[in-house]
């Protein structure tokens, strides 16, 4: 008889393992397939959005650029002047100093952080057993008011300190439409160490033959936000690789 109890639960305990597993990518196939579908998204060789972000009752103009092959970057328009952010070309990660205008590389920390990242490029979760990262189906929680189910996604870890880190984002699924409506992460490094960053995503609209967020709310969990708005999302453009270019002279 305990030989029959240990059998029943070793089989019950794999099938829902394998339960999980399907409800984890049934989640993220319906996701694929409410925006636009995986073909199109394979398709994506960059984004550049425009948008603004509410800061303090100020609204501020950016541009954001992100290709395929990891280079990226961040313009943001202020009094006047056009200041880059978090600009990486592949190698190089470096921004301009706020107060000098001159243009600062990253640490070597910081830089290997963001090239880890390379590979979630348009989506993380696209083709993610591909890249080695795992999903889990953590639960459902509630969600402004709206039922989500919760998904860990684990991917490439980071060497922070001279300690490798787990890179661990936990991503909320609106469970009607499958599709992302908030992130949390903790955050690793600086001064918001240990804290939770949090974004909210809605307004799902079309952009090229997918479907993406143009309204987000970006901060710490706990703490009000900074609005985002979309204004456009252009898809596959046209970018100088000049652009992305540490100045060698600044």
Not at 138 to 162: C, M, R, Y
Not at 193 to 220: H, R
Request: net charge negative; charged share 25%; glycine share 8%.
């Amino acid at each position: 008889m305990k030989m029959l109890n240990r059998l029943f639960i070793l089989v019950t305990l794999i099938c829902s393992y394998t339960i999980n597993a399907q409800t984890v990518d049934e989640i993220i196939d319906n996701y694929f397939e409410n925006t636009g579908g995986v073909e199109n998204w394979e398709k994506i060789e960059g984004v550049k959005m425009s948008a603004k972000v509410n800061q303090g009752g100020m609204e501020i103009p950016i541009e954001i650029v992100q290709l395929k092959s990891g280079k990226m970057m961040t313009t943001i328009n202020f009094q006047g002047q056009s200041i880059k952010q978090g600009v990486f070309d592949g190698e190089v990660l470096w921004s301009s100093n706020f107060m000098t205008q001159k243009a600062e590389k990253s640490d070597e920390e910081s830089t290997n952080m963001v090239k880890n990242e390379m590979n979630q490029f348009p989506d993380p979760f696209l083709n993610y057993k591909e890249k080695g990262f795992t999903a889990e189906l953590v639960g459902t929680e509630n969600v402004d008011g709206s039922e989500a189910f919760k998904i860990k996604l684990t991917t490439t870890p980071n060497i922070i300190e001279g300690k490798e880190v787990p890179s661990i984002t936990y991503y909320f699924f609106d469970n009607e439409n499958f599709v992302p409506i908030q992130v949390h992460e903790e955050i690793t490094v600086g001064p918001g160490k240990g804290m939770v960053s949090e974004i909210k995503l809605s307004d799902y609209q079309e952009a090229g033959n997918v479907y993406m967020p143009f309204s987000m709310t970006q901060g710490v969990k706990g703490q009000p936000g900074s609005p985002i708005t979309m204004d456009s999302i252009e898809i596959n453009p046209t970018v100088d690789d000049s652009e992305f270019a540490f100045p060698e002279e600044n």
